[in-house]
């Protein structure tokens, strides 16, 4: 969801005027209360995980200790003539109803038999109302442990580098997962249209991962409304080829399970929610770096024109877009690295694989995405610069020239009046050294 980088740009706003201030906030009230509205509209209503037993997906797991593994013959072929030989796993729950207590689980040879030693923590699939030794299934390691540590030294180095801005960053990140869980996810699968569930999660993303990292300043109310912008092109542009490309959502095997799972849920309108979260990030990243980089230009020389501000603010785009497009397309491809490989193995063509319908959802998801992030750099660097150059419309106050403000100096320094002629021309000769030998020494 967006980071941005933790711009401290405290000059570049100093570059807005008053009036451009009061302009930029009346814009953000407003559209944080369309937002809110939106929220209020499509807020779920109905109990959106009603529906879960027709999938058999199990609500509880509970954490369990392997306390012996042995061999022998799996359950019902005792006694035949070629038994077939399985892992017997015993565990000990430690935590849940039958805490204490113990289970022993089968695992016939395969390569999805889980390797496990005694001593090893996992978790186990506790299916209620089932008869005793059927009541818990294998569900997977205890993993728990492991991301608690790596989230906490994540916490820790953005804390150290960002400070303040690293700590508002982490809780714009959080608040960006609550939004996603607690309000898109639900009102999906209470049957609301998943482009414009993604449309005002989205927003409300950019709202809080944007101000909770870069603070309320205009320069951050500039990256917002630059990236609004963008990602209406982006739903644009994802809506349009997603209708000429005939996806239907139902190639994915997850896609699948929720449709069974669910009837309320447009398997293609996700397809679109998917496209439009996916370049939310960037967006905020684009947008922020456009904006502070604009404003910095602008209180480092307040006598450009509004065109050469353009063109400057542009050319660190260019730099930054650059990586970013590479970045997007490769978190997709890392994504689909396992599917890309299975196709490979198949000896396929290139076009044969991208015109399935799961390759071709990644690449529309790709180019839709880079596309938006390279419509962010000119729209944020625009609004930017009309933001930042709006007190110098009127002429410029002139510069003294180099010749009055030598005079002044060499006034100043009262040199003889033999070597005034000299000195006027190169008054850096005041304060030199008399030889290069008495310079370097």
Same mark, same amino acid.
């Given at each position: 969801?967006?980071? +941005?980088?933790?711009?401290?740009?405290?000059?570049?706003?100093?570059?807005?005027?008053?009036?451009?201030?009061?302009?930029?906030?009346? @814009?953000?009230?407003?559209?944080?209360?369309?937002?809110?509205?939106?929220?209020?509209?499509?807020?779920?209503?109905?109990? =959106?995980?009603?529906? =879960?037993?027709?999938?058999?997906?199990?609500?509880?797991?509970?954490?369990?200790?392997?306390?012996?593994?042995?061999?022998?013959?799996?359950?019902?072929?005792?006694?035949?003539?070629?038994?077939?030989?399985?892992?017997?796993?015993?565990?000990?729950?430690?935590?849940?109803? %039958?805490? /204490?207590?113990?289970?022993?689980? *089968?695992?016939? %040879?395969?390569?999805?038999?889980?390797?496990?030693?005694?001593? !090893?923590?996992?978790?186990?699939?506790?299916? *209620?109302?089932?008869?005793?030794?059927?009541?818990?299934?294998?569900?997977?390691? #205890?993993?728990?442990?492991?991301?608690?540590?790596?989230?906490?030294?994540?916490?820790?180095?953005?804390?150290?580098?960002?400070?303040?801005?690293?700590? /508002?960053?982490?809780?714009?990140?959080?608040?960006?997962?609550?939004? @996603?869980?607690?309000?898109?996810?639900?009102? $999906?699968?209470? /049957?609301?249209?998943?482009?414009?569930?993604?449309?005002? /999660?989205?927003?409300?993303?950019?709202?809080?991962?944007?101000?909770?990292?870069?603070?309320?300043?205009? $320069?951050?109310?500039?990256?917002?409304?630059?990236?609004?912008?963008?990602?209406?092109?982006?739903?644009?542009?994802?809506?349009?080829?997603?209708?000429?490309?005939?996806?239907?959502?139902?190639?994915?095997? %997850?896609?699948?399970? =929720?449709?069974?799972?669910?009837?309320?849920? %447009?398997?293609?309108?996700?397809?679109?929610?998917?496209?439009?979260?996916?370049?939310?990030?960037?967006?905020?990243?684009?947008?922020?770096t456009q904006a502070s980089a604009v404003g910095e230009l602008r209180a480092a020389d307040p006598t450009l024109s509004r065109r050469e501000l353009y063109r400057s603010g542009l050319r660190i785009g260019r730099d930054h877009i650059a990586s970013t497009v590479n970045t997007l397309a490769l978190?997709?491809? +890392?994504?689909?690295?396992?599917?890309?490989?299975?196709?490979?193995?198949?000896? #396929?063509?290139?076009?044969?694989?991208?015109?399935? *319908? @799961?390759?071709?959802?990644?690449?529309?998801?790709?180019?839709v995405g880079s596309i938006g992030l390279v419509a962010a750099v000119p729209i944020s660097t625009w609004v930017a610069t009309l933001v930042a150059d709006e007190h110098h419309d009127a002429p410029a106050p002139r510069r003294r020239s180099r010749r009055s403000r030598t005079s002044r100096t060499?006034?100043?320094?009262?040199?003889?009046?033999?070597?005034?002629?000299? #000195?006027?021309?190169?008054?850096? !000769?005041?304060?030199?050294?008399?030889?290069?030998? *008495?310079?370097?020494?």
């Amino acid at each position: 969801m967006g980071d +941005g980088h933790g711009h401290d740009h405290a000059g570049g706003d100093a570059a807005v005027t008053r009036s451009a201030r009061r302009r930029l906030a009346t @814009i953000a009230v407003a559209l944080a209360l369309v937002t809110i509205a939106g929220i209020v509209v499509l807020w779920p209503r109905g109990d =959106v995980r009603g529906q =879960v037993e027709k999938l058999g997906l199990v609500k509880h797991v509970h954490e369990a200790k392997v306390v012996h593994v042995g061999r022998g013959p799996c359950f019902g072929t005792e006694g035949a003539p070629h038994p077939v030989s399985c892992t017997k796993v015993t565990f000990r729950l430690t935590e849940g109803p %039958d805490t /204490g207590e113990t289970r022993r689980i *089968e695992f016939a %040879d395969s390569a999805q038999r889980p390797d496990l030693h005694v001593g !090893d923590a996992v978790v186990l699939n506790h299916v *209620e109302h089932a008869q005793p030794g059927f009541d818990y299934t294998y569900a997977d390691r #205890q993993r728990r442990p492991v991301l608690m540590w790596l989230a906490i030294i994540f916490a820790v180095a953005v804390i150290a580098l960002g400070r303040l801005r690293g700590l /508002g960053a982490l809780i714009g990140l959080g608040a960006s997962i609550l939004v @996603i869980l607690q309000f898109m996810l639900p009102s $999906m699968l209470d /049957g609301n249209s998943p482009a414009f569930v993604a449309i005002v /999660g989205a927003s409300a993303v950019a709202f809080l991962a944007l101000y909770l990292a870069n603070g309320v300043r205009p $320069m951050t109310t500039v990256a917002l409304l630059s990236t609004l912008a963008a990602l209406a092109l982006t739903v644009a542009l994802a809506t349009l080829f997603t209708n000429l490309a005939h996806f239907t959502g139902a190639s994915n095997e %997850d896609a699948l399970l =929720v449709g069974l799972g669910t009837k309320s849920v %447009d398997l293609k309108g996700l397809v679109l929610a998917g496209m439009v979260l996916g370049a939310l990030g960037a967006l905020d990243d684009i947008t922020i770096t456009q904006a502070s980089a604009v404003g910095e230009l602008r209180a480092a020389d307040p006598t450009l024109s509004r065109r050469e501000l353009y063109r400057s603010g542009l050319r660190i785009g260019r730099d930054h877009i650059a990586s970013t497009v590479n970045t997007l397309a490769l978190a997709y491809a +890392g994504a689909s690295l396992p599917l890309l490989i299975l196709f490979t193995l198949s000896g #396929q063509s290139l076009g044969s694989v991208a015109n399935g *319908e @799961i390759v071709a959802v990644e690449i529309v998801s790709t180019l839709v995405g880079s596309i938006g992030l390279v419509a962010a750099v000119p729209i944020s660097t625009w609004v930017a610069t009309l933001v930042a150059d709006e007190h110098h419309d009127a002429p410029a106050p002139r510069r003294r020239s180099r010749r009055s403000r030598t005079s002044r100096t060499s006034r100043t320094a009262r040199v003889p009046r033999g070597r005034r002629a000299r #000195q006027v021309a190169e008054p850096e !000769d005041l304060l030199a050294p008399r030889d290069e030998a *008495e310079f370097w020494r």
